[in-house]
Structure formats: structure tokens, C-alpha cells
């Protein structure tokens, strides 16, 4: 099952043309899922490239589904 938005969204995280806004985009990710309830752990690095975790109930990832709804809604083109 393919969702045209994250699809999206994947593609671009996979080629990044600008790094400093990609990391930004991906900071503001694990913000969303931080104030939905779900926990974030940093498993392990290796050079640049971190190893996280994220964990929570099916309610917190119910929250965070909606919430990055919300925000791509908010940055989509009207």
C-alpha cells in the first residue's frame, strides 16, 4: 500500500538536496513524535549516522500520525 505523500517524503529523505534542511525536517520529525507520547532513545552511533529507537503506545502513534498530517497539510500547496 503506497501513500503518495510519504512516498514523497522518502524519496526526498533518500536525496537530500540540501543537507542543513533535511536534518532540519527530520529534527522536527522527532519533535512531533516526542510531544505525541512517544519515546525516542539513541541506540548507538557510528561516525555521523545515529541508531534510534522510538517507542510508545498505539494511542501516542495514533497522536503523532495525526499531528505530521497536520504539519504536511500545513507546508502542502493549497
Known amino acids: 500500500m503506497s501513500n503518495p505523500i510519504f512516498s514523497h ?12 534542511n533535511s536534518v532540519c525536517e527530520f529534527d522536527a520529525i522527532l519533535a512531533l513524535a516526542r510531544e505525541s507520547g512517544l519515546l525516542i532513545t539513541l541506540d548507538g ?6 541508531y534510534q529507537s522510538v517507542a510508545g503506545s498505539l494511542h501516542a502513534f495514533q497522536r503523532f500520525a495525526e499531528a505530521l498530517c497536520e504539519a504536511i497539510d500545513q507546508i502542502a500547496p493549497a
Open 9 to 20: 517524503r522518502a524519496t526526498a529523505a533518500q536525496q537530500p538536496r540540501n543537507k542543513g
Open 45 to 50: 552511533q557510528i561516525g555521523r549516522e545515529k
